[in-house]
């Protein structure tokens, strides 16, 4: 294994699960070392073994998984090659999850309701890890639930720069699907020269999941190019009828910008027939052909990653890709 050392004796391991290795391969070869070997396997009743294949007696390791469907599978095997590890004699492991499970449970909407992403950080630390670095958290509560540091990371600036490449930004209005994402419209409305900001409302039903309805735009789109950001989108119901809505309204173009692209069904076929101009979203989770379509665009957030491993190993400052400012 080509292990990156920096003073002497401390090592860097970078293990991955069987999630994504796509973006594994990009994160390894951004940091310019190979994988860890790890032999992972399901036995016949669905119980995941993981063993590493080299020592990692004394290394800085960092656990990467994404977390696509199903996600319980795929957080069960993380949290076994943490054990793993800390039973290796790692001595300081760093969860790796672009897309955290169980984000969107953070709070108690109604009585008798768990708070999972906690329990999902309890886990984590239960299992071994000293450290969690995400890409884009749903809320920012969340990085107050692992008893640890947290580094979360912004796809912001990857996004939308992107965007800047392809749209004057005096045209530009930048579009939050509800009330709630305000906060990350105006980093966006920074980051694209003091663009406008406006927000679609919406009502949902707590009772039932991956429902919103989307009834009309507070802001001015008429005659405008809308950036209509997302930190998800999961089976895309939400932000087609945010399209419409704006189409409705005036909007010259809409293009759709989201970190992470869930695309559950039907989210695919209603992206591609929202009348969208383009959906542009990263690779935090893995998208297979059968979800891809002519008008999406997928970015990789593996270099925004790489720094942040590097930087947590070096023990330098991640504060700039926190906020966003690189």
């Not at 996600?71 to 793993?84: F, P, Y």
Request: glycine fraction near 6%; charged fraction near 25%.
């Amino acid at each position: 294994m080509n292990e990156i050392t920096a003073h002497g004796e401390k090592k860097l391991v970078l293990a991955a699960g069987r999630a994504h290795p796509e973006l594994a391969t990009e994160i390894a070869e951004a940091l310019g070392s190979d994988l860890l070997p790890m032999n992972i396997y399901d036995f016949a009743n669905g119980e995941i073994y993981v063993r590493s294949a080299e020592s990692v007696r004394g290394t800085d390791a960092f656990v990467l998984q994404a977390h696509p469907w199903p996600t319980n599978n795929w957080l069960m095997e993380q949290l076994i090659m943490i054990d793993s590890l800390k039973r290796a004699s790692a001595k300081r492991i760093t969860v790796v999850s672009p897309f955290y499970p169980y984000a969107r449970q953070d709070k108690k909407g109604r009585g008798r309701e768990p708070i999972s992403a906690r329990l999902v950080a309890d886990l984590y630390k239960t299992a071994g890890a000293d450290r969690i670095m995400s890409v884009d958290l749903h809320t920012d509560q969340i990085q107050g639930f692992f008893d640890g540091p947290v580094d979360h990371l912004m796809a912001t600036p990857l996004l939308a720069d992107y965007i800047r490449s392809r749209v004057d930004v005096s045209e530009i209005t930048v579009v939050s699907p509800d009330t709630g994402r305000v906060r990350v419209a105006e980093r966006w409305a920074d980051r694209l020269g003091g663009a406008p900001i406006a927000f679609v409302h919406k009502s949902r039903d707590l009772t039932k999941p991956n429902q919103a309805v989307s009834k009309a735009v507070v802001g001015q789109v008429e005659g405008r190019t809308c950036v209509l950001i997302d930190d998800m989108i999961d089976t895309g119901g939400t932000i087609a009828g945010a399209v419409q809505i704006l189409k409705d309204a005036g909007a010259k173009d809409v293009i759709i910008a989201a970190t992470h692209a869930i695309f559950s069904d039907p989210a695919a076929r209603r992206l591609a027939e929202c009348g969208a101009r383009e959906v542009v979203v990263t690779n935090t989770l893995p998208i297979p052909a059968d979800k891809r379509f002519s008008n999406l665009t997928v970015l990789s957030i593996a270099p925004l990653i790489a720094r942040a491993i590097r930087a947590v190993f070096d023990d330098g400052s991640v504060t700039s890709l926190f906020d966003g400012d690189v």
